[in-house]
């Protein structure tokens, strides 16, 4: 994850996008504001995600069956489309969890092999 | 659950909402927080489009726009109605005569034959090139030998053709028959629909006579009447039982009503036919042993003929050159359509190229002065591919018109093509239009309209747009237009030589002298049915000729065995004969000449002037001494010393019975009744009157013969009532007739090369107007320093001229070339003179001269003051 240089922020890899989604989506329906900023929060607003990315990947994973959405007010009082976890989504994100430690596990082992043998 | 836009619209606006109430929150002061907003607001654009798009498949979205495109061009080219007409018309013109004619190309060269294993079958013909004679069929002995000796065919099918008077179908009349061996049905492998064929229990000389009905009689004559099978009917002298009908199929050698065994035909059981070796009217056809190539066949029959020839000198003269060829039925019956139907095929695949290089010219024209309108929107964002699309749209629906348009001008045209192609090949008769015929006009159309769309150079979001909406023309697209202007002329100039060269070639035909009295002379088929006659024969004949004679307006009256030209062909090459004291010089060959039996009058009555001695006349009769008149090619090769008369020739093929010497009385000029155009055509003539089988009559008249047609038949039929007569025509429509494909060859070339013509001329004016309207201020400051109109006129004039001759340079090569290529396919062509050369530029010059008559008029009346301020 390189980091960008004005704000410190980071870029997401690629296809982690999905998975964050799946992962804020478990505490409960969120429209897609809270969404983006539930990342932020959670990894302390070192991952921020463009609107641009967010809400294509929302209806592409709408379209894939791993969420569902339905209408309602948002804390502006504004008409705001609510998204759930299906459990199709659940199962998906659970996957998307596994190969993601494997991932990290792995790449760790390669970057830093002094440590692993130490261990 | 697949959102709609509005959906997505809600979706946008409450993140803003949020987005702005966090700002505000944070303690961004509203308006600014405003501002932030809206400025993510921009990029939302592109997200929104992006979140739209997950819901389509790429295709799906792409075909939605094209459709939204295609609208949009429909609307748009309202707005260029003339440009539209234009194209659409060109396309049809190509999109038709290419889907008709390959309808016709399909039927005719593709389609197999109903015959079973079409590729194991084949016709054996011998031919006699040394003679002039391509087809001179089989005799039975010959057959014999080949079924004998020839292995790599397993059996052989015979089939030769007879007229009988058939009694028992209606009325008495006169029918086409095919005489044929048992073998011929399993041979040629085809099928009844009715009853049974004729088979091997049908051979020999005490099988009863049986007879098969073709499909064709069966049905149109005998309205298919199931009944008929069984029945017996009288043929000729014999009586015969119709066992059943032919499936449909190719009638091939020739188109017969019936077809019946060989029993049925006296001729065929007599001695001359079964071991006569030169008497020789059997077509033959056979089926390849298993495992055998036509090849093998060629070679082995070749083996056996070679023998053949060997054991049986007399009967292959050496100048006849003999030989045996072997083809496959279905190449043999296609071939003397294929030369025709493949240039049809070219013409109207160049008619397409034409027409498609000129509607790319106007589709570039247009996308040129569009270029502004386009630039724009590749500025706002348009990718290059939704700018392709739009051009796509416009080329899809100009294209789609001209392709429904194309097709329903085939329609007509098929029938008008396969009327046209049946002169050469008896399977265009049932060309049918089908949906083939749609399907290769849509994919004529998708290939232009692709092509199209993709031929104009798109203006690129990066590159700066122009910065005016007038039109600026890059020399590139300048070229361009002129090469499509030069192609079109190239192709028209092609196309008009080798109409032209038809054209002449015609001409020269119908100009041919003759040798024989054109106009004025009737000739009338008199088919009589020899048996029916009998004895009185001579007398009715007489009393029919005396009668009409005496006619008002009738000067002469003669009967004859051939009309020219319209019978050519019927007594096959020409005959041996010796002349008393001629003794040939070592190793020439004894003479030959053409058999034709004519009645007194016959010379006076057709114009051929007798140049000796005397015509026959009513004292030659059978009994008194035997006569015959020579003509001049005769006279001149036999007797260079012009003393022909009183010499005695005799006819030395045993055809003609033993040796029956007869005293030549007359020398009459050449006419050449084989050939339009005449050349040496050595004859002789056999009195009428001591040979009395002739059944063409020939009246020459005062008026105009037509109207003799009538009392003529009615004086027939009250001396033999029920006799036949059919065909009466004068010798000059005849000659028409005979040159019927000739014409017709010219006529459809012609019309393509108009087709090609007017698109050409469409194309030179378009370019040239284009230039013109582009040019505008050069012209303004041309007239500005000094240039008169009229320099202007002729130098647009001049541009025109240069394509023209640019085109039609590359014509001249690029013909050539064609020819050169062409030539392995269809064999040698005939190259077109200095006139049709000649003709088709001048032509062209004058047509490039007149469509740049206009614009070049345009440049001259350019206004100074408005050309300068324009810009």
């Known amino acids: 994850m390189a980091k960008t240089p004005e704000d410190g922020r980071l870029e997401l890899l690629q296809g982690t996008l999905d998975m964050l989604i799946l992962r804020t989506l478990q505490w409960g329906p969120q429209h897609g504001h809270g969404i983006g900023q539930t990342i932020a929060a959670h990894s302390d607003d070192l991952l921020k995600v463009e609107t641009g990315s967010l809400y294509p990947a929302l209806h592409r994973l709408e379209k894939r069956g791993w969420l569902k959405s339905e209408w309602g007010t948002s804390e502006a009082n504004q008409r705001a489309k609510f998204y759930r976890l299906t459990a199709a989504g659940k199962a998906q994100l659970l996957r998307e969890q596994n190969r993601w430690s494997q991932l990290v596990s792995a790449i760790g082992r390669v970057m830093n092999p002094a440590r692993v043998d130490k261990d | ?871």
């Not at chain 2, 109430?21 to 921009?42: H, M, T, V, Y």
């Open chain 2, 1 to 871: 659950m697949q959102p709609n836009d509005r959906d997505l619209d809600d979706e946008i606006r409450g993140h803003l909402a949020l987005s702005i109430k966090e700002r505000i929150e944070r303690g961004d002061d509203p308006a600014a927080a405003r501002r932030a907003a809206l400025a993510e607001f921009g990029s939302m654009m592109r997200t929104r489009e992006e979140m739209r798009q997950v819901w389509h498949s790429r295709s799906v979205e792409w075909i939605a726009s094209l459709r939204r495109d295609v609208v949009v061009a429909v609307r748009s080219l309202r707005h260029a109605r003339g440009l539209a007409f234009t194209v659409i018309v060109t396309l049809a013109l190509g999109i038709g005569a290419n889907a008709a004619i390959f309808s016709v190309v399909r039927e005719v060269l593709l389609r197999p034959l109903v015959n079973r294993d079409q590729d194991r079958l084949i016709y054996i013909r011998q031919g006699a090139p040394g003679l002039n004679a391509a087809n001179l069929t089989f005799s039975v002995p010959e057959i014999d030998d080949f079924k004998a000796r020839v292995k790599a065919i397993s059996a052989f099918g015979d089939f030769s053709t007879i007229e009988f008077t058939a009694v028992g179908f209606g009325e008495p009349r006169v029918v086409q028959a095919g005489v044929v061996s048992g073998s011929f049905f399993e041979v040629m492998g085809l099928r009844p629909i009715h009853g049974r064929l004729i088979d091997g229990g049908d051979d020999g000389p005490n099988a009863p006579s049986v007879a098969v009905l073709t499909h064709r009689f069966w049905s149109t004559t005998l309205n298919g009447d199931v009944s008929v099978i069984g029945k017996t009917i009288r043929l000729g002298t014999r009586t015969a039982t119709v066992i059943g009908v032919l499936e449909p199929s190719v009638p091939y050698p020739a188109d017969t009503e019936i077809i019946a065994n060989v029993v049925t035909s006296p001729h065929h059981m007599s001695a001359t036919m079964v071991t006569g070796r030169t008497h020789r009217m059997t077509e033959l056809f056979g089926r390849l042993a298993p495992g055998a190539t036509v090849e093998d066949a060629r070679t082995e029959l070749d083996a056996v003929y070679r023998a053949m020839i060997a054991e049986h000198a007399e009967a292959y003269p050496t100048s006849g050159n003999y030989q045996v060829t072997a083809t496959l039925l279905r190449d043999q019956i296609a071939a003397p359509a294929r030369t025709i139907l493949l240039i049809l095929l070219s013409a109207a695949a160049v008619v397409f190229v034409i027409a498609c290089s000129n509607v790319a010219n106007l589709i570039l024209a247009r996308t040129v002065r569009r270029e502004g309108e386009l630039a724009v929107r590749a500025a706002l964002g348009a990718s290059r591919g939704a700018l392709r699309r739009t051009l796509l749209g416009e080329s899809l629906v100009l294209c789609g018109a001209g392709a429904v348009l194309g097709i329903l001008l085939a329609r007509p045209a098929v029938a008008i093509v396969s009327s046209y192609a049946a002169r050469f090949s008896v399977r265009a008769g049932n060309v049918t239009v089908d949906s083939s015929l749609v399907w290769v006009g849509v994919a004529l159309a998708m290939i232009a309209a692709v092509s199209l769309a993709y031929i104009p150079r798109l203006p690129s979001a990066q590159s700066p747009s122009p910065a005016n909406s007038s039109v600026r023309i890059t020399a590139g697209t300048n070229r361009r237009l002129r090469m499509f202007a030069v192609t079109q002329v190239a192709l028209t100039f092609v196309m008009l030589a080798a109409a032209g060269m038809l054209l002449t070639t015609l001409v020269s035909l119908q100009r041919a002298a003759t040798g024989y009295n054109m106009n004025q002379v009737l000739v009338l088929d008199v088919p009589a049915a020899l048996e029916a006659m009998g004895a009185a024969r001579l007398a009715r004949y007489q009393q029919i000729i005396d009668r009409t004679g005496a006619l008002p307006g009738v000067h002469r009256v003669a009967v004859g065995n051939m009309v020219p030209w319209r019978d050519a062909g019927r007594f096959g090459p020409a005959s041996p004969f010796s002349i008393e004291g001629y003794t040939p010089a070592d190793g020439e060959e004894s003479p030959r000449a053409r058999f034709r039996i004519v009645s007194p009058g016959y010379f006076d009555t057709l114009g051929v002037p007798l140049l000796a001695g005397r015509d026959f006349n009513a004292d030659d009769r059978i009994g008194a001494e035997n006569v015959a008149i020579i003509s001049h090619s005769v006279a001149q090769r036999l007797f260079p010393g012009g003393d022909a008369l009183n010499h005695r020739m005799w006819w030395t093929d045993q055809f003609f019975g033993g040796k029956v010497l007869r005293r030549i009385v007359g020398v009459v000029a050449d006419a050449d009744d084989e050939r339009v155009v005449p050349g040496p055509a050595p004859t002789i003539y056999m009195p009428f009157g001591q040979m009395p089988f002739a059944t063409r009559m020939f009246v020459q008249t005062a008026g105009d013969p037509h109207s003799l047609i009538q009392p003529i038949t009615r004086i027939i039929r009250d001396v033999a009532a029920d006799q036949p007569v059919e065909r009466a025509a004068t010798l000059a429509e005849i000659r028409a007739q005979v040159l019927a494909p000739e014409r017709l060859n010219a006529f459809v070339l012609s019309g393509f090369g108009g087709v090609a013509l007017l698109i050409a001329v469409v194309g030179i004016a378009g370019v040239l107007a284009f230039s013109v309207s582009a040019r505008t201020r050069e012209f303004g400051v041309r007239l500005a320093i000094g240039s008169t109109p009229r320099s202007l006129l002729l130098r647009v004039l001049s541009e025109g001229l240069r394509m023209v001759a640019i085109g039609i340079t590359a014509g001249v090569i690029g013909g050539y070339l064609l020819r050169w290529m062409a030539a392995s396919y269809v064999g040698q062509m005939p190259m077109p003179g200095l006139v049709p050369l000649a003709g088709a530029a001048i032509v062209l010059a004058a047509a490039a001269v007149g469509a740049a008559l206009m614009p070049a008029a345009r440049a001259a009346r350019v206004d100074v003051l408005n050309a300068l301020r324009s810009e």
